[in-house]
């Protein structure tokens, strides 16, 4: 069976940035504490659990030392209470989630109505939605784009950034169909798209697509749902431990595709034990 990888794989810029600031934080504080899952992948958590990290729900857990902000970002309400307590902060924040937010703020200030595509109860949405009061109207499909109802006001459309652009685009031909006063601001990840993109390009090449990755992470599911509406089999795993043999019975061409999130010491986990499988 030959193996075939994405053109992308493995930790997007962000997500690497988040780990090493933790590991280096891990090294010269304690505790160091993440509120919240730094990023979706369980891997990922214990990796930085074993290295010194612990993981917070909420500020009443919190203890002296050092917190760090997830990926996704926080409220601004949070992080000035963690100034207030005197904890000292270090803002794990993707750069593009925080342009997004600062971007929206912007958007908001000067009177436009917010429109956000994407997962209602992600993290991100929710980080974003505090910038601007939770003021903001979040829809997730042409449905909710048919109806919605919005009198008199200009809107400013931004999209979670791990979304589908396909998806995405979509719901801005039913939106400008029934307003007329609309902007669209393309927030969607360049990387999270690449990855998307090598997914497409993959599937034309293999029989069946492995795809790697937390089910709790919104870009690996997403690539699950691509690769289903291009029509080919996937077979979706989060580590080397859920592989069956039987699922590559006649397989001779293998795609591997993997979330933002996923680590490259899971990658080569799942390779080892594939190659294991040849007679």
Not at 28 to 52: D, F, M, T, W, Y
Not at 70 to 76: Q, S, V, Y
Not at 148 to 177: D, W, Y
Not at 224 to 245: C, D, F, R, T
Request: aromatic fraction near 4%; include cysteine; charged fraction near 25%.
């Amino acid at each position: 069976m030959e193996i075939i990888l994405a053109t992308k794989v493995g930790f997007c810029f962000g997500v690497k940035r988040a780990f090493n600031l933790a590991l280096k934080t891990s090294k010269a504080v304690r505790p160091c504490q993440v509120l919240g899952p730094l990023v979706h992948n369980e891997s990922v958590i214990r990796k930085l659990q074993e290295s010194g990290v612990e993981f917070i729900n909420s500020l009443d857990e919190a203890k002296s030392g050092v917190i760090i902000i997830p990926t996704h970002g926080e409220d601004p309400e949070v992080l000035q209470r963690i100034k207030e307590m005197g904890i000292k902060m270090v803002d794990a924040t993707c750069p593009l989630v925080k342009n997004v937010q600062d971007l929206t703020k912007d958007l908001h200030e000067k009177g436009n109505q917010i429109i956000i595509i994407g997962d209602k109860e992600h993290k991100e949405i929710r980080s974003i939605q505090a910038v601007i009061k939770r003021r903001g109207i979040i829809i997730d499909s042409e449905e909710e784009a048919f109806r919605l109802e919005i009198k008199n006001k200009s809107l400013a459309i931004i999209a979670q950034t791990t979304q589908n652009p396909v998806k995405v685009k979509e719901i801005i031909r039913v939106l400008k169909k029934r307003f007329k006063n609309l902007k669209f601001y393309n927030t969607i990840c360049p990387s999270v798209s690449a990855y998307q993109e090598g997914l497409k390009e993959l599937a034309l090449r293999v029989d069946l697509l492995l795809i790697i990755g937390s089910k709790t992470s919104a870009n690996t599911n997403r690539l699950v749902e691509i690769a289903k509406a291009v029509g080919k089999p996937v077979y979706h795993i989060e580590n080397a431990s859920q592989l069956k043999k039987k699922r590559f019975l006649n397989v001779k061409t293998l795609g591997i595709a993997t979330g933002t999130s996923t680590p490259d010491w899971l990658i080569k986990e799942v390779i080892q034990k594939l190659k294991s499988y040849a007679p």
